[in-house]
């Protein structure tokens, strides 16, 4: 008597009814991780830019704004006291919203050539919340003006 080797019908539909429930688990966890991923990488983004126009305003001795474009969610361009444009960043995500909070974080922000913002920045009162589905981050300010990433207010 000779055996065959392969699977049976039923075994095959078994192993795909597993494998459909695996699946019916893992998407909506990979969709809460991306929407992490995403609102990560738009911080660093942000806080990269924040930097540069830090430095750049330092290192030219003059002033750096970083303005938004229509709206902070849609991304923002740094550019120095002749508007000439030094950086100019989309976002990548449609549904991404980034608000700015406080009075001095609403349009843009403008570093001079010590480092610091005008008009300063207040400690805890103004920051950018950058949020996708249930995923959330904010960009707070040092008194000085340096950028980090926290907790929300």
């Known amino acids: ?18 494998m459909a429930i ?6 909506p966890s990979f969709t809460q991780m991306v929407e992490r991923n995403q609102v990560t990488t738009t911080g660093n983004d942000m806080i990269a830019s924040i930097m540069l126009a830090r430095s750049t305003a330092v290192t030219r001795e003059e002033n750096m704004a ?9 991304g923002w361009t740094i550019t120095d006291t002749n508007d000439t444009v030094i950086l100019s960043h989309r976002t990548s ?3 991404l919203s980034i608000t700015a909070q406080g009075s001095n974080t609403t349009d843009s922000i403008t570093y001079t050539a ?6 300063a920045l207040v400690a805890g009162a103004d920051y950018f919340k950058i949020s996708l589905g249930s995923s959330q981050r904010c960009i707070n300010f040092s008194t000085s003006g340096r950028p980090s990433t926290g907790d929300c207010p």
């Not at 695996?22 to 998407?27: G, P, T």
């Not at 970083?66 to 849609?74: N, S």
């Not at 010590?114 to 008009?119: L, N, V």
Request: glycine content about 8%; charged content about 15%; cysteine-free.
């Open 1 to 18: 008597m000779q055996k065959t080797q392969g699977f049976t019908l039923v075994e095959l539909l078994i192993t795909i009814a597993i």
């Open 22 to 27: 695996m699946m019916a688990l893992a998407v």
């Open 66 to 74: 970083l303005a938004k474009f229509d709206d902070w969610g849609d």
């Open 93 to 95: 995500h449609p549904n």
């Open 114 to 119: 010590q480092g610091r913002t005008s008009p």
